[in-house]
Nanobody, 127 residues
Framework: QVQLVESGGGLVQPGGSLRLSCAAS????????IMWWRQTPGKEREVVSC????????YYSSSVKGRFTISRDNAKAMSYLKMDRLKPEDTANYYC????????????????????WGQGTQVTVSS
């Protein structure tokens, strides 16, 4: 089981930037796909971005494509979500999750019990 800790959230003005970090402990980080999700109260969580374990293939939801950049550093067991040109509608609690590479079949899928989760980090975009 992978343990995950997110950090980097905070309050930012519209148009600003933040970089979220996801620190992983446990084994085989490089064999896991990474998924970043967000959730606001009263709404279902949604996937915003993923990066695969093998080819580092990246995926983005239409709402963040062109503004967010996902990356990973396997040597440090870290994933990052760089968020630029932030909008008030990006306000949410952001989570990272990992999914074993052999399970991962693409982004925008709930992998249920195969996924490990962090506790989240709050991002608030407001003037």
């Amino acid at each position: 089981q992978v343990q995950l800790v997110e950090s980097g959230g905070g309050l930012v003005q519209p148009g600003g930037s933040l970089r979220l970090s996801c620190a992983a402990s446990g084994s085989d980080f490089d064999k896991n796909a990474i998924m970043w999700w967000r959730q606001t109260p009263g709404k279902e969580r949604e996937v915003v971005s993923c990066i695969s374990s093998r080819e580092n293939r990246t995926y983005y939801s239409s709402s963040v494509k062109g503004r967010f950049t996902i990356s990973r550093d396997n040597a440090k067991a870290m994933s990052y979500l760089k968020m630029d040109r932030l909008k008030p509608e990006d306000t949410a609690n952001y989570y990272c999750s990992t999914v074993p590479g052999w399970v991962f079949r693409g982004c925008f899928t709930d992998y249920g019990n195969f996924a490990s989760w962090g506790q989240g980090t709050q991002v608030t975009v407001s003037s």
